[in-house]
């Protein structure tokens, strides 16, 4: 059974940090590129960061480029989202994806085959 169960999520100060994981299972995530897309209340979903199956090649949303790292570590089968001087609009539920999304096209959630179920990020003093 294919599935990606994100965790790390939480409340968290504006300036401070929080560091997501996406597990995966049941599928081989060395041979998939992730993505990390989230949406907050009201708005509609955004991509926020992906990383490439071969090469490990990363993009990231102008929004989060500079504070956001995404890695990945294939022998854990889990993938990393780390955010650094988070803001108050950085909140929103954050959810990984798994595909084969073509080149210059990771920012596309359509791309993306297996979807975690998601984990709340709340930057709020």
């Known amino acids: 059974q294919v599935q990606l169960v994100e965790s790390g999520g939480g409340l968290v100060q504006p300036g401070g940090s929080l560091n997501l994981s996406c597990e995966a299972s049941?599928?081989?995530?060395?041979?998939?590129?992730i993505g990390w897309f989230r949406q907050a209340p009201g708005k509609e979903r955004e991509f926020v960061t992906f990383?490439?199956?071969?090469?490990?090649?990363?993009n990231y949303a102008d929004s989060v480029k500079g504070r956001f790292t995404i890695s990945r570590d294939n022998a854990k089968k889990t993938v990393y989202l780390q955010m650094n001087s988070l803001k108050p609009e950085d909140t929103a539920v954050y959810y990984c994806a798994a595909g084969h999304p073509d080149y210059g096209l990771g920012y596309k959630g359509s791309a993306y085959a297996y979807w975690g179920q998601g984990t709340q990020v709340t930057v709020s003093s």
């Open positions: 990383i490439r199956w071969s090469g490990g090649s990363t």
């Open positions: 049941g599928f081989r995530l060395n041979y998939y590129s």
